[in-house]
């Protein structure tokens, strides 16, 4: 069954290089409208131009980036589930590496200015706390930057519960305790759901790719036979042609000896 044409177009228009992005928008929308389909070539033609440090992000996660996620759910975690400073911190150090590594990699595809760099910094570490760019992020496809302070950047997006007023009654705690019981089960069953299906992503993008590999093996392999089934094609040609000069030859003489002895 055909994918929806727009998505098919957004998955392919993001991943085209920065400057290409618009004649290539405007291609495949004239494509759609040729072929009859006028709706989602207005959707195509709709399609916004990612912003220069998106369009970065956007290739470093179709080039993978399943360190930084696995990090940032990690942080996540570990700061929903009240695990002590300790345990962010230790958190927060393994999704500033990652964050670190993907920022060297993103200097390899496209030189950035400072203050790009700085936002793209900003944005790698949104992805721990904002769902909406993280779904983004992990198709390839974000348009534009998150807003300054959002997400969950390491140890600074870090509140400390705060200190408990001795003024509190035990009746009050006690009543207070299985709200925020339930409230931690259901972040960790939340947080539980969200590794999930980013682990199912993952497994289908891995098995894609390594289907694609299968099949581009699979060519190289029938391209190999062919090959050899031509060059003996051609041997064997080449050996039926020197055969038939030869029996034409016999043929001849026979034919000269006959005469002589009749």
């Known amino acids: 069954m ?3 044409p727009v998505d098919e177009a957004a998955a392919r228009l993001y991943g085209v290089p920065f400057e290409d992005f618009v004649a290539e928008r ?7 409208r040729s072929a009859g389909d006028r709706d989602a070539a207005s959707a195509v033609a709709k399609l916004p131009k990612p912003s220069q440090v998106a369009w970065v992000a956007n290739q470093l996660s179709r080039e993978g980036a399943d360190e930084l996620l696995e990090a940032g759910e990690a942080l996540r975690e570990a700061q929903l589930g009240g695990g002590g400073r300790a345990a962010v911190r230790d958190a927060a ?6 964050v670190d590594a993907l920022l060297k990699r993103a200097g390899e595809l496209r030189e ?6 700085d936002r793209l910094r900003t944005l790698l570490h949104s992805l721990a706390g904002d769902e909406d760019v993280r779904g983004a992020f992990e198709a390839g ?12 950047p390491g140890l600074e997006g870090f509140q400390a519960p ?3 007023s001795k003024s509190k009654s035990k009746s009050s705690r006690a009543a207070a305790k299985p709200a925020r019981e339930t409230a931690t089960r259901r972040e960790r069953s939340d947080a539980r759901k969200r590794r999930e299906e980013r ?22 392999k029938l391209e190999r036979r062919l090959k050899a089934a031509r060059d003996r094609a051609a ?3 080449e050996r039926l042609e020197t055969a038939r000069e030869a029996y034409e030859s016999a043929c001849d003489e026979v034919a000269r000896i006959e005469e002589q002895l009749g």
């Open 93 to 98: 150090a393994a999704e500033r590496d990652a």
């Open 26 to 32: 405007t291609a495949e929308a004239k494509a759609l």
């Open 141 to 152: 496809q974000l348009v534009e930057e998150p807003e300054p302070g959002g997400g969950w």
């Open 2 to 4: 055909a994918g929806d």
């Open 235 to 237: 041997a064997a040609r």
């Open 162 to 164: 705060p200190a408990k």
């Open 112 to 117: 950035l200015s400072r203050d790009a760099q």
């Open 199 to 220: 682990d199912r992503k993952v497994a289908e993008r891995r098995e894609r790719e390594a289907a694609r590999k299968r099949e581009e093996a699979e060519r190289r």
